[in-house]
């Protein structure tokens, strides 16, 4: 009977080889492993030079900021002292049909010390393909805006929503004005996109897009008599062929604490399609939690919008349909006419 015998080196090659294909392995699994993501970053001007990184810095001085790719997420301005002006837009999508409007605000802008102008918009969505819907707007502000102490001016402002396709495709529905939280004095003005048309004149269904709501977050402007917040929910689109018209927007979606005065309204709702469908629905002035402490009584006014004209016309949007404390004038909208 024959044995066959591995010799000693045999044994030793082959285990410094299966431990040299471990190591490699191992290594391998170590490159294959994601690394730490990279830092967000926008590009910005402040006083007419090009700035990049997370966070994009003011002087002591009134400075000029101005973004207009957006602020993302991860990313801020902190503009400092002094009496500063910050511009920032959302982009509308280039050479995609039917993409979403780019958010205005998605980090955190604080406007520091003095007395601020802040303007922020989201993009507006792109035209639906030949048998898509229009891209929805984007909201003005996701995230957070704080004042920063002073008497701020802050406006936040939906993007619209895009026209449907040529042949199928209803309206995109219009940004939010603010879905994020303001922290503030001064004034807040707040409003909802447009919705896109529907823009098939033989679809039979073929709907314009809703408005979206002036404030469908947090708004707190305390701590000073003069404050006041103008919120409105933005129009509804039209609709062609047998489409409905889009809803308006609401007013006040979400929660807005305010000393000082308001002037709310809800959007009116799109018009129907000329071949018999229901008008777009006013949306509420207030469709959630308002608080308004003087010292000015009546402390303002909060208005439903208007159905859209249609078959038959929409929906009056309330004045007031969810939680309303303080001296404040209601008014609901009126109906749309009914279309021969």
Do not use: F
């Amino acid at each position: 009977m024959s044995v066959h015998r591995l010799s000693v080196r045999s044994v030793s090659w082959r285990a410094t080889l299966s431990a040299a294909s471990a190591l490699v392995a191992g290594c391998a699994m170590v490159i294959a492993l994601p690394g730490q993501a990279s830092a967000a970053s926008i590009t910005c001007t402040v006083n007419s030079v090009e700035v990049s990184g997370p966070v994009i810095s003011g002087t002591s001085g009134d400075d000029r900021i101005l973004c207009w790719e957006g602020v993302v997420l991860g990313t801020s301005i902190d503009a400092g002292a002094g009496d500063d002006t910050i511009t920032v837009r959302g982009e509308s999508p280039s050479g995609t049909l039917g993409a979403n409007g780019q958010i205005g605000n998605d980090g955190t802008i604080d406007g520091g010390p003095g007395n601020d102008i802040i303007s922020v918009t989201g993009g507006r969505g792109d035209d639906g393909a030949v048998r898509d819907d229009g891209g929805n707007g984007g909201d003005g502000n996701n995230r957070t805006i704080l004042g920063g102490g002073g008497i701020d001016t802050i406006t936040v402002t939906g993007g619209n929503g895009g026209h449907g396709g040529l042949r199928v495709g209803d309206g995109g529905v219009g940004g939010h004005g603010n879905d994020g939280t303001i922290t503030a004095q001064g004034t807040v003005t707040a409003t909802g996109g447009r919705g896109g048309n529907g823009t098939v004149p033989n679809n039979p269904d073929a709907d314009g897009g809703a408005g979206g709501d002036g404030n469908n977050s947090d708004i707190h402007l305390l701590g000073h008599p003069g404050n006041r917040a103008v919120l409105t929910g933005g129009p509804g689109g039209h609709a062609t062929a047998a489409g409905e018209g889009g809803d308006g927007g609401h007013g006040n979606d979400g929660t807005t604490e305010v000393a000082g005065t308001v002037d709310i309204r809800g959007g009116n709702g799109g018009r129907a399609g000329h071949q018999g469908s229901e008008g777009g629905h006013g949306g509420d002035g207030n469709d959630d939690h308002l608080l308004v402490t003087g010292p000015a009584l009546p402390a303002g006014t909060v208005r439903g919008g208007n159905g859209g004209p249609g078959r038959p016309g929409g929906d009056a949007g309330l004045g007031n349909d969810g939680t309303l404390t303080g001296d404040i004038t209601t008014i609901d909208g009126a109906p749309g006419i009914t279309l021969p």
